[in-house]
């Protein structure tokens, strides 16, 4: 208790030594940064977060602490492929190509299937395996870590009802396998699938995305590649395609530059509010030494709807409270809208360094509005870190939406109220 | 040694005249939960772990529905609800939360996100710290088998597809997405406001004639031991180690605390298993 009087009382005299200081603007956005260009209206549907409540919030962070800078890349690497195949074809018989031994292999019929009736779990036993030498293995011979749906319901798991799993055992090898279920009594339109991991194969398709946040408008560049142990290997073909939150789902053409494939695609995120991620999915095949190699990728990004933006104007003051920024904002509808940001202070040696994370949100309504950030006056008390301050890693979301409208790594320098 | 530090420092400030009422909530994983208390933790874990509180009757089990996205009304929402309930009935001022598995991420949310519910910084405000029994803080390769080849059915809008909310979010590159924009805690983010100490299972471990087997079910560790194929040398039957590891700040990986060294399941670090519920008791 008798620490909190005496930061009060240190952060109070501080405040009545320093003016207030008001009208300061956003800095210029940088390479990097997020900045919506213009505001959309968002189309009618159900608020994520539709609290009138304005909250405030803030806390230190580690003076040590080191916050990276930036919208991070995504990238995806896969060694895995499945196949969508018909009980016909699974009767039938159908080629999986592996690269490494001991694939791990799940087969289970599709759920929610249009073009007829679901089939029956595969019993492994009757499962027939023949190796690239026509070498067959049947009766649960040529597996290991034999499960049905029991066993991996027991670990939690929710594999879809009917999952049937193993392991190839080494003696099947690798290559150009075969796999059947010649006694499947199941309607022969009933959809399947089946799951190839391969843990031990070095051969990856990776899917990259120069960062992991858009805005509504902008072009999603995707690059393609495929490995083994790190030495690029020529895609065959390939194909992609990117879905939205809600299943909207678009083709996205390759085009082979410098042995890379590549797509773009421009982003429509006119969507009412889902949750979730759009993904990107992409098929590629080729070979790696003598061996066919398939895999599919999936990487995940956010695209947010500009519903609202911030237009650069800020009010710097400080008092008896604390330090606090009123940023202004304008927004294509109403909504609960946050800013969030760090407070960088210097340290005895000049260098700037994390003070402080602080959050606002606040309904706003059509319009211009504004949020603010306030820090604490015991929290800057408590902190070595003195002025000018900084304000970096500015945000402003959409709550509503769950939105990153704007990212801006360096928003405030030279703060010295 | 930070966390010990923090201990000392919370041991002295108790010693003043200004005494913290201390209390414990339990925080449930993955799924819809009506009596998490015998069908996800057991009694006789939670009744374990309680008795190193002042109060032994301070103790809170979550029931929330965790199949969930974990910023929806029934995630966080009602895991806010009766936090904030159990802090403001029972006048807890020193809260310690124990989380498992997904229920790190879905608390996580609520340090991360303070502003989306006005009950967001009471909670906070009170925490003491997060005790994160294996949280999937990175995702898991699982989520990703589940949901393989699932696009055919989700393209047409989501409607068919096998995974709940809870299990699509923990897709490995879905929880690189929300960590990198919407949770704090990971590698080059901001810290949380408060400490999040990690609890990492290593290695599952199913002999017949081994009685450690046994603990927490023989069966369910099976599974676990199964779904290890799918998953790093490192791993709790569901979770790498470094998913575990991935946000917050490691308190210990089980074998170098354990009684006998034993590894934790991702079913055994919800269990009085080896001496968990001591280390757990121990720190309250």
Redesign the interface.
């Known amino acids: 208790?008798r620490t909190s009087t005496f930061a009060a009382s240190l952060a109070l005299t501080t405040a009545l030594a320093l003016p207030a200081v008001s009208g300061a603007q956003l800095l210029a956005s940088r390479s990097g940064d997020l900045v919506p260009s213009r505001l959309v209206a968002p189309p009618a549907g159900p608020s994520?977060?539709d609290?009138r409540?304005a909250?405030?919030?803030a806390?230190p962070?580690?003076a040590g602490?080191?916050?990276?800078g930036g919208?991070?890349a995504?990238s995806?690497a896969s060694r895995?492929y499945?196949l969508?195949l018909s009980a016909e074809e699974l009767v039938r018989g159908v080629a999986l190509p592996t690269t490494a031994a001991r694939a791990?292999v799940?087969i289970h019929p599709?759920?929610?299937a249009r073009q007829g009736a679901s089939g029956p779990a595969v019993d492994p036993a009757t499962v027939v395996l023949t190796d690239r030498t026509g070498r067959s293995f049947g009766s649960g011979q040529g597996m290991e870590?034999l499960?049905g749906e029991a066993?991996?319901?027991?670990?939690?798991?929710?594999?879809?009802a009917g999952t049937t799993?193993f392991?190839l055992s080494a003696e099947v090898g690798s290559g150009l396998l075969r796999l059947a279920v010649p006694d499947l009594a199941a309607d022969p339109a009933a959809p399947y699938?089946v799951?190839v991991?391969e843990?031990e194969s070095s051969v990856e398709l990776t899917v990259s995305l120069p960062r992991?946040?858009y805005l509504h408008g902008e072009s999603l560049g995707l690059e393609l590649t495929a490995s083994a142990a790190g030495k690029a290997l020529p895609l065959a073909s390939a194909t992609a395609f990117v879905?939205s939150?809600?299943?909207r789902?678009w083709s996205l053409p390759l085009s082979t530059s410098q042995g890379r494939m590549r797509g773009v695609l421009r982003l429509d995120a006119r969507e009412p509010a889902q949750?979730?991620?759009w993904?990107v999915?992409v098929v590629g095949d080729g070979t790696a030494g003598e061996a066919k190699f398939l895999r599919?990728a999936?990487?995940?990004?956010?695209v947010a709807l500009p519903s609202a933006r911030l237009t650069g104007g800020v009010k710097v003051a400080r008092d008896a409270a604390g330090l606090s920024l009123r940023l202004d904002v304008e927004t294509a509808a109403a909504g609960r809208f946050?800013v969030?940001g760090?407070l960088y202070g210097r340290d005895a040696r000049g260098e700037a360094r994390?003070l402080a994370?602080a959050?606002?949100?606040a309904w706003l309504d059509k319009g211009p509005g504004s949020l603010t950030l306030v820090v604490p006056a015991e929290l800057l008390a408590g902190s070595a870190l003195t002025a000018p301050f900084e304000l970096r890693?500015l945000e402003l979301i959409d709550?509503g939406r769950?939105g990153?409208l704007h990212r801006q790594d360096l928003a405030l320098s030279a703060l010295t109220p | 040694m930070q966390r010990w530090i923090l201990s000392l420092a919370l041991a002295l400030l108790a010693a003043g005249p200004?005494l913290a009422t201390t209390g414990v909530a339990f925080v449930h994983g993955?799924g819809q939960q009506t009596d998490a208390l015998n069908n996800y933790w057991t009694a006789e874990f939670v009744s374990s772990v309680r008795q190193g509180l002042p109060d032994t009757s301070k103790y809170v089990v979550i029931n929330c529905d965790f199949s969930q996205?974990m910023?929806?009304s029934g995630a966080a929402g009602c895991l806010a609800g009766q936090l904030h309930n159990f802090i403001t009935t029972k006048g807890i001022t020193d809260l310690v939360v124990i989380t498992h598995s997904n229920g790190g991420n879905v608390m996580r949310w609520i340090m991360s996100?303070?502003?989306?519910?006005?009950r967001?910084?009471t909670i906070?405000s009170r925490i003491r710290w997060v005790n994160a029994l294996a949280p999937s803080s990175l995702g898991t390769p699982?989520a990703?088998?589940?949901t393989?080849?699932t696009?055919?059915?989700?393209?047409?809008?989501?409607?068919?597809g096998?995974?709940?909310?809870a299990?699509?979010m923990q897709?490995?590159?879905?929880m690189?997405?929300y960590n990198?924009?919407?949770l704090?805690g990971t590698?080059?983010?901001?810290?949380l406001?408060k400490g999040f100490w990690d609890v990492v299972g290593s290695d599952v471990e199913t002999a017949i004639w081994d009685p450690d087997s046994y603990c927490g079910g023989y069966?369910?560790n099976?599974?676990?031991e199964?779904?290890q194929?799918?998953l790093a040398s490192c791993s709790d039957?569901?979770l790498n180690c470094t998913s575990q590891a991935g946000a917050g700040t490691v308190w210990f990986y089980d074998t170098s605390v354990t009684a006998g060294g034993e590894p934790l399941s991702?079913?055994q670090s919800r269990r009085k298993c080896f001496g968990l519920d001591v280390i757990l008791r121990n720190d309250l």
């Open positions: 208790m994520l977060n609290s409540d909250v405030s919030f806390w962070l580690p602490q080191s916050i990276a919208i991070p995504v995806a895995e499945w969508r791990l799940r599709a759920a929610g870590l499960v066993e991996l319901a027991q670990a939690g798991v929710p594999f879809p799993a392991r699938l799951h991991f843990p992991g946040l879905t939150p809600s299943g789902a949750g979730g991620l993904e999915h599919n999936r990487a995940a990004f956010a946050e969030r760090v994390p994370q959050h606002a949100a890693h709550q769950m990153v | 200004a993955t996205y910023w929806t996100n303070p502003t989306w519910d006005s967001y910084p906070i699982l990703d088998a589940v393989s080849g696009i055919f059915e989700q393209a047409v809008g989501w409607l068919l096998y995974a709940s909310d299990v699509k897709q490995t590159s879905w690189a997405s990198a924009s919407w704090y590698a080059g983010r901001p810290a406001p069966d369910l099976l599974g676990l199964v779904t194929a799918w039957g569901f991702h079913n």
